[in-house]
């Protein structure tokens, strides 16, 4: 949905929709105890789960013809403000598949339950993505989410004050 707010080309597309499928791929490569782990991670295992975009670069950056695929893979982690993981792009360096698949993986793990929490209501996960725009996420792929959420189920403006409530 993001993809298509932002008008992306048929092969664009089509790179975006394979390198979201593949973006964690470099995973396969992390040990089970840390990977599994059925609660947050340590610092020095946050070190080592972080390698997953090298990893993965290991593994499908033999490929030329997927190079668009890779980077939005490879890249997935990095942040416009240079804060991300594991090159410490800047803005524009980060190619636009990756800034997109980084929105869309943060919405669904900010929504998702996991051994240790509960899902947040998909009202404040968006909240938190628009609150990060220009820092963690690219503007421009925020703005495109944001119309892309508006058009779903899950936009309910009116539920939000009762949610913050509750906390
Ligand atoms: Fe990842």
């Not at 998702?112 to 792929?141: C, H």
């Amino acid at each position: 949905m993001i993809g298509k707010e932002l008008d992306l080309a048929f092969e664009d597309m089509n790179n975006l929709k394979l390198s979201a499928v593949l973006h964690d791929i470099g995973k396969i490569g992390i040990e089970d105890n840390i990977l599994k782990k059925k609660a947050p991670l340590t610092a020095d295992e946050f070190l080592v789960m972080k390698e997953h975009p090298r990893l993965g670069y290991e593994i499908l950056g033999h490929i030329e013809s997927l190079s668009e695929v890779v980077d939005g893979m490879r890249f997935h982690h990095e942040r416009p403000d240079g804060k991300g993981y594991p090159f410490g792009l800047k803005g524009d360096e980060i190619p636009v598949i990756a800034m997109i698949i980084s929105v869309a993986d943060t919405f669904d793990a900010m929504i998702s339950n996991r051994p240790y929490r509960k899902g947040l209501p998909p009202m404040i996960a968006w909240q938190e993505i628009l609150d990060n725009r220009g820092t963690q996420f690219s503007e421009k792929v925020v703005d495109a989410f944001d119309r892309a959420f508006k058009k779903t189920k899950m936009y309910r403006p009116e539920k939000m004050e009762k949610i913050k409530k509750a906390g």
